[in-house]
DNA sequence: GGATGTGAATAGGTTCACAGCG
DNA sequence: CGCTGTGAACCTATTCACATCC
């Protein structure tokens, strides 16, 4: 989202940014209880700030991450350069020689620290990038804790209570799912 | 997938490892073209035969990734490790300190060699892991050079020909929707 | 005229439910 | 009996189409 001077703008000019259907943008506009005047459009700066009442919670959520390998560094580092609403404020990690410092801005605690840091710091939303066998483990800890939101990278489905809102990342699936969908094309432009 | 001395499953089984309905499994494997017999089930080793043909090439695909930063590497290091399928072969970047070397097993190149490589390596899929201003860009050279299937991390929506698939996977907005279905669970159990 | 908001139609994908078979 | 394969019902999400307003 940016701001280049522009006041207004229309469902169709936001379509087109977002690669998706005029429809679509109104419709989800609905949903957030905006209303665009038919003459002007959407006023931009209203219709941000309506976005954000809806998606946000009003007080910033911390965030914790639990496996500091290369996969967690390189997410901390991501999300430690732009600040947001989201702060990713403790990182865990089994491995004594990782533990107790500050990797790119965020703070390492061994695991046993988990239950307490989690309470202090009233995380509700965890990023699991530890491997694969200790996943589910770790996905249990958390929700033991009190978080209520997972994303995982590992590549194993974690079975958690229904309350638990799992979004799992796999990085060979989606590579896998891209090598499929391209020799799908491939073929059909061939025939076409 | 794991071989743990199983011959048969039945659909029910992998309907609860995988998190889905049995009737998923079943109308997924229709799709599969693998059929099971109603006493034994499936038999497991030819199911899984039945589903890497339908999934993968005959021929192993080689893969590119573009821009070596800390999310580029930690990729990089994962695929490394596991070799499968696909094989990340060559890897770009504009900085010269980070080309013409080995980064965890893979060789990186110049931007400038990108549609060289890529021509006589035959990607076909490639991972666009560079700051958000150069995604687009990327993206064009790595299409002109053949590309077909592209994975993007990359916080952007790209633009790409109708016959290029493009997979987006995106840290921020996962990481927020993970907070607000959060929070939205924590909500329903609250007064339910 | 051109854009919005929204009911109605449509498409896509999931679940139901049952015939058939070992 | 219990399981598979699959037509049919169902449900969600997208798109169409049009009344409405500036």
Redesign the interface.
């Known amino acids: 989202v940016k701001t280049e001077g522009i006041r207004s703008i229309y469902s169709h000019q936001i379509a087109v940014?977002?690669?998706v259907s005029p429809a679509q943008v109104r419709r989800d506009l609905m949903a957030v209880g905006y209303s665009g005047s038919p003459n002007r459009g959407y006023e931009a700066s209203e219709l941000l700030h309506s976005i954000e009442d809806f998606?946000?919670?009003p007080v910033g959520?911390n965030?914790a991450l639990v496996g500091i390998?290369?996969?967690g560094?390189?997410?901390l580092?991501?999300?430690s350069s732009?600040r947001?609403?989201?702060n990713v404020v403790a990182a865990f990690d089994t491995d004594p020689a990782k533990v107790n410092q500050v990797v790119h801005g965020c703070r390492s605690y061994p695991m046993h620290e988990l239950p307490r840091v989690i309470h202090e710091q009233d995380i509700?939303?965890a990023?699991i990038t530890v491997p694969a066998d200790a996943a589910q483990g770790v996905a249990e800890q958390l929700v033991e804790a009190g978080?209520?939101?997972?994303?995982n990278f590992a590549p194993v489905?974690l079975?958690c209570a229904a309350?638990?809102?799992v979004?799992h990342?796999d990085?060979?699936v989606?590579?896998?799912?891209?090598?499929?969908?391209?020799?799908?094309?491939?073929a059909?432009?061939r025939k076409a």
């Open positions: 940014r977002a690669g998606l946000y919670d959520q965030v390998g290369n996969l560094r390189a997410i580092a991501f999300f732009r947001r609403r989201l509700r939303v990023i978080v209520r939101g997972l994303l489905t079975r309350q638990v809102y979004e990342m990085l060979s989606s590579l896998e799912k891209v090598a499929f969908f391209a020799r799908r094309r491939l059909e432009g």
